[in-house]
């Protein structure tokens, strides 16, 4: 079973940054998309920013300008850069990594944002 590590949420005040980062095993090779979803209580699971293997990515309407998303192939480690962060940006985040055609989950991570 894939496995991987969330860390970085936490509680910040508005305007503030955060940085994510969520690392695959080293022994798992040829990692395809990776990136984050958010859900806030009562709402969707909404996209977040993804990237693929070969640096495309992908941002949620709501976080484009602010968020920034990167990877390391070698090190199979995603981080998401997140600026400017909003009270809206509160949720949970969930990390998502694409191997061998499957969508593996992270158990999520809190970041809160205070007025």
């Known amino acids: 079973q894939v496995q991987f590590v969330e860390s970085g949420g936490g509680l910040v005040q508005a305007g503030g940054s955060l940085r994510l980062s969520c690392a695959a095993p080293?022994?798992?090779?040829?990692?395809?998309?990776m990136g984050w979803y958010r859900q806030a209580p009562g709402n969707q699971r909404e996209l977040v920013a993804i990237i693929s293997r070969g640096g495309s990515t992908n941002y949620g309407d709501s976080v484009k300008g602010r968020f920034t998303i990167s990877r390391d192939n070698a090190k199979n480690t995603v981080a998401l850069q997140m600026n400017s962060l909003k009270p809206e940006d509160t949720a949970v985040y969930y990390c998502?990594?694409?191997?061998?055609?499957?969508?593996?989950w992270g158990q999520g991570t809190q970041v809160t944002v205070s007025s």
């Open positions: 998502v990594v694409n191997y061998q055609a499957v969508d593996y």
């Open positions: 080293p022994t798992i090779f040829e990692v395809n998309t």
